[in-house]
């Protein structure tokens, strides 16, 4: 049984920084590219970034390139995301996302509000 779980979110300022984790079960982490998507009231998913199994290659948005790090740390099966410079159009649910034979998976998200 697949499990992702995310961690992290909160309420930041604007120019603040938040770590998300998202720790995964059920899968063979060493061999699954991540995901993180992320969810504003109103607004489709969207995907912010993704790394490869081994962590070579990493994608991000163009609205968060410059600010968020995607990493993972395979021994502990745990997916980061690391965000600085945080804006109010930051705020959204944030989820954790892999594919398993075509098939997505999904946490249950973490909420990250950027408000003064």
């Known amino acids: 049984q697949v499990q992702l779980v995310e961690s992290g979110g909160g309420l930041v300022q604007p120019g603040g920084s938040l770590r998300l984790s998202c720790a995964a079960s059920?899968?063979?982490?060493?061999?699954?590219?991540m995901r993180w998507y992320r969810q504003a009231p109103g607004k489709e998913r969207e995907l912010v970034a993704l790394?490869?199994?081994?962590?070579?290659?990493?994608n991000y948005a163009d609205s968060v390139k410059g600010r968020f790090t995607i990493s993972r740390d395979n021994v502990r099966k745990t997916v980061y995301l690391q965000m600085i410079s945080l804006k109010p159009e930051d705020t959204a649910v944030y989820y954790c996302?892999?594919?398993?034979?075509?098939?997505?998976?999904w946490g249950q998200g973490t909420q990250v509000t950027v408000s003064s």
């Open positions: 790394i490869t199994r081994t962590g070579a290659i990493t």
């Open positions: 059920g899968i063979i982490f060493s061999l699954s590219d």
């Open positions: 996302n892999t594919r398993v034979n075509k098939v997505d998976f």
